[in-house]
């Protein structure tokens, strides 16, 4: 416990986030917490008292990229050896006492559900290696988000994790693995971090979940569903954005749909993965849905929302794909017309159901991908494209590099440029665009 009298000496921390947007929050959460006892952030690596690598299990050579990093903390090891060492996340959760076997400078290993108890490592009074699935909820075990101004930089936009680990098993992924099952965070845990992160600044919040729509939860009346919770959300007084990331079509139930018709604070923007556009990829991934379902999907959440942006991910190459399937991607992909899209190489990893499956020649999956992507970036475009003209709401988030400019995101999630001298971070305009480049938009204050 930290001692109000005698604070805690200063000590600086540098995280090094690998991958997705929760580990993102998991590493301002563990900064959080780590701030109840002295440490502060740093963007220097050389000056820390303690490095943390936050990692990611999702892409290729996970644990590669991990090795070799710490490989390059051995010279400044060997010159501090105070200096604490941590892994987190996914490649932690994984591979465990393997870490220290192969790189003994790691002092610490801790995986996504324990993370709470990291300073209590620290100081010697937890296991050095924890990567167990605690029965406590970490959430209980976290220091408020009030909190997180001590060990990080206010900001206008900021993440909530309302729900963690994977039920549905898709044959690629190793999330059901590493993160675990399926959890929802209760309903008012959820609405106190909100109004937490309200009250010190923050207009918009992205719910996060590795399978965010699929969170439901005990509310007033009984069972609430997503979008029961997006509803409660849109009724906090100052939260003037939501968004949600990531989905399955699945879980798109009638309620969430209707919220992005009735709910106003939540944006016109949709990030749905398909993976595929072929029925017969999707059983082999296990998807659980068809390309026409998802397509009957969009076209109901489309009428409910009609100038929502769709995003996905697609993975090429998956075991057993042929030219046919493909095509199905490419004419799936040029039905729906996406706002800008992630699409991978399929590459496989360890544990997974697809793992030991034949793989498709590498050269034909790079033509694929190059194909799938040729058409994805003329979608991007055009929807950027689409973009000028209209006047929509921009969120400065930082000053940009020249004088009086500043940085925002759109409705859309689009990068926006806007002079604006006058204007402050936390700012939530109307900006009309007036210009699209390769990846944001130039856009004047609108009267
Ligand atoms: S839905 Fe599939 S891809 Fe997404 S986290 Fe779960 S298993 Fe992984």
């Known amino acids: ?83 604490k060492i941590g892994v987190a996340g996914c490649v932690a959760q994984a591979e465990g006492e393997e870490i220290v076997r192969r790189m003994p400078l790691v002092d610490l290993v801790v995986g996504p559900q324990t993370y709470h108890r990291l300073p209590a490592m620290v100081r010697g009074e937890a296991p050095a290696i924890l990567t167990d699935f605690p029965p406590e909820d970490k959430f209980d075990h976290l220091p408020a988000r009030t909190s997180l101004n001590r060990a990080t930089r206010r900001a206008p936009a900021a993440f909530l994790t309302v729900q963690e680990g994977c039920d549905k098993f898709c044959a690629f992924c190793v999330v059901p693995y590493t993160r675990g099952a399926e959890v ?12 937490d992160l309200v009250d010190r600044g923050v207009r918009e919040i992205t719910l996060l979940g590795q399978n965010v729509n699929g969170w439901h939860g005990a509310g007033s009346g009984g069972e609430w569903g997503f979008g029961r919770l997006i509803r409660a959300l849109g009724g906090i007084e100052g939260l003037d954005r939501i968004r949600y990331t990531t989905s399955h079509p699945n879980d798109m139930a009638d309620d969430l749909i209707a919220a992005h018709r009735d709910v106003p604070q939540l944006m016109p923007y949709l990030h749905l993965p398909v993976q595929s556009g072929s029925d017969r990829i999707l059983r082999a991934m296990n998807r659980k849905h068809t390309a026409a379902g998802y397509l009957r999907l969009i076209d109901r959440i489309r009428e409910a929302r009609p100038d929502i942006m769709l995003t996905s991910d697609f993975i090429v190459g998956f075991p057993g794909e042929t030219d046919g399937d ?21 590459s496989p990893r360890p544990g997974t159901p697809a793992h030991d499956r034949p793989e498709v020649d590498s050269r034909v999956a790079d033509q694929r991908l190059q194909e799938l992507q ?4 003329k979608q991007q475009k055009a929807a950027q494209e689409g973009m000028v003209g209209r006047a929509l709401g921009v969120l400065f988030e930082k000053p940009g590099r020249q004088a009086g ?21 936390g700012d939530l305009v109307r900006v009309r665009i007036v210009e699209s480049a390769s990846n944001s938009l130039r856009g004047e204050l609108a009267a």
Do not use: W
């Not at 940085?407 to 806007?418: E, N, P």
């Open 326 to 346: 493909h095509q199905d991607t490419m004419r799936l992909v040029a039905e729906v017309g996406f706002g800008t899209a992630f699409s991978f190489k399929y």
């Open 374 to 377: 040729g058409l994805l970036t």
């Open 405 to 425: 400019q500043m940085i925002g995101k759109s409705d859309y999630l689009h990068s926006v440029f806007v002079d604006a001298p006058q204007a402050q971070v």
């Open 1 to 83: 416990m930290t001692d109000q009298a005698n604070p805690p000496a200063v000590k600086k921390l540098f995280i090094k986030t690998y991958g997705c947007q929760m580990n993102v929050y998991d590493s301002q959460r563990m900064a959080e917490a780590m701030g109840a006892d002295g440490y502060v952030l740093t963007e220097d690596q050389a000056d820390a008292d303690m490095v943390l690598l936050n990692t990611c299990h999702i892409r290729e050579k996970a644990a590669e990229k991990l090795y070799s990093d710490l490989g390059r903390l051995k010279p400044l090891k060997a010159e501090r050896p105070d200096l």
């Open 184 to 195: 929802s965070r209760p309903v008012d845990r959820i609405l106190r971090e909100a109004r």
